[in-house]
């Protein structure tokens, strides 16, 4: 089964790793993981079906202190110096570094992520939530995310980045203007690659945005399809998404791959749905994003990504912070909480990888 908007599709048909199929027929839920791996399920059924409210005890999650980072506050912050010493080098001018959570789930047998999806909802609601529930082939996942990727409607194209975080707006820097501005000007030559000459524009630049604990700037990108251009050309243009990638876009990646000691998954890949039949997507970068792995050598385990953008601007202590401020709430949510999320010693969630 597949939820997004409001719609609710079961009876699955196909399942595909081949994006042309997006271009035929029918409805799909679409997971897009960072490394690359596609799966695409068309459906025979979809209708309205709101995100029902929580039901006591359908979803038994960890509990703060069993959650390990793949870095811990030490490795992450060496990492943000190290990025800084490429910016300075001029082999970047900005590289997302993220960082992946995992932790036991305490009754995986019942373990159902729509069920997680009906406390996200309650407790953290976003505009691009939703599920995707594909267990036989290893796709299981709960989505909060507030951030766009790529929405199609005929053959216009719509991205909105999301760069620069803080508590409230008063904590934004110059430094997340910049950032934002330079991750616009990455996806305004992304579409530009698969776009009619011309076309793509920035209707909005550095909009704040609020969320449940904290807020963003957001702009929107936007563009008209080239004549011949489809789905697999879109995406071979645009992926991973350039505002958890970083700029230039390849540079960013050979970074994020010496740094980073564990695979991003679902997280910062592309999670959502096209209608083909009526020419319409809605695909959200996969942040604020669970997903099952029940293949973790200790069990099935949950997991959870968070990172930041880091420029030549950003203070290591800070950005830290800042990935620790965007896990906390939903880390909390998933344990069955709805309040605001809580930190362990030293202001770190959990503990980390051995």
């Not at 409607?153 to 950032?179: C, F, Q, V, Y």
């Not at 990108?221 to 992926?239: H, I, M, N, R």
């Amino acid at each position: 089964m597949a939820r997004f908007g409001g719609l609710l599709a079961t009876d699955l048909r196909d399942v595909t790793s081949d994006p042309a199929a997006l271009d035929s027929t029918g409805f799909w839920a679409v997971a897009a993981g960072f490394e690359g791996r596609l799966v695409c399920a068309r459906f025979g059924d979809v209708r309205p079906d709101p995100v029902p409210a929580p039901v006591p005890g359908a979803w038994r999650g960890p509990d703060a202190d069993q959650w390990t980072s793949s870095l811990d506050r030490t490795a992450y912050v060496d990492g943000v110096r190290r990025i800084r010493e490429h910016i300075a080098a001029g082999e970047v001018y900005q590289a997302n570094l993220c960082r992946v959570m995992s932790a036991p789930l305490p009754h995986p047998d019942r373990a159902d992520v729509d069920a997680l999806t009906a406390l996200l909802a309650r407790g953290n609601p976003a505009p691009f939530a939703g599920t995707i529930r594909l267990a036989a082939h290893g796709v299981e996942i709960a989505t909060a995310s507030p951030e766009l990727f790529l929405r199609r409607t005929g053959r216009r194209i719509e991205s909105g980045p999301i760069k620069g975080t803080g508590r409230t707006a008063a904590d934004l820097l110059p430094k997340d203007h910049a950032e934002n501005v330079m991750i616009v000007d990455l996806v305004r030559n992304d579409l530009g690659r698969v776009c009619a000459t011309g076309s793509v524009t920035v209707p909005e630049l550095c909009a704040v945005e609020e969320h449940p604990g904290l807020v963003h700037l957001v702009s929107t990108v936007s563009g008209e399809l080239a004549d011949g251009a489809g789905w697999p050309e879109l995406l071979a243009a645009t992926f991973p998404p350039g505002s958890v990638t970083g700029a230039p876009k390849s540079s960013a990646l050979r970074i994020i791959e010496a740094l980073e000691t564990a695979p991003r998954g679902p997280y910062c890949g592309g999670i959502g749905w096209v209608d083909a039949d009526r020419g319409t997507a809605e695909l959200a970068v996969g942040i604020r994003t669970f997903w099952i792995d029940r293949e973790t050598p200790g069990g099935p385990s949950l997991l959870f990504g968070t990172g930041a953008g880091i420029t030549w601007g950003s203070d290591p202590d800070r950005e830290w912070a800042e990935t620790e401020l965007k896990a906390a709430r939903l880390l909390r949510v998933a344990a069955g909480h709805e309040t605001t999320g809580t930190q362990g010693a030293n202001g770190t969630i959990g503990r980390t990888a051995p």
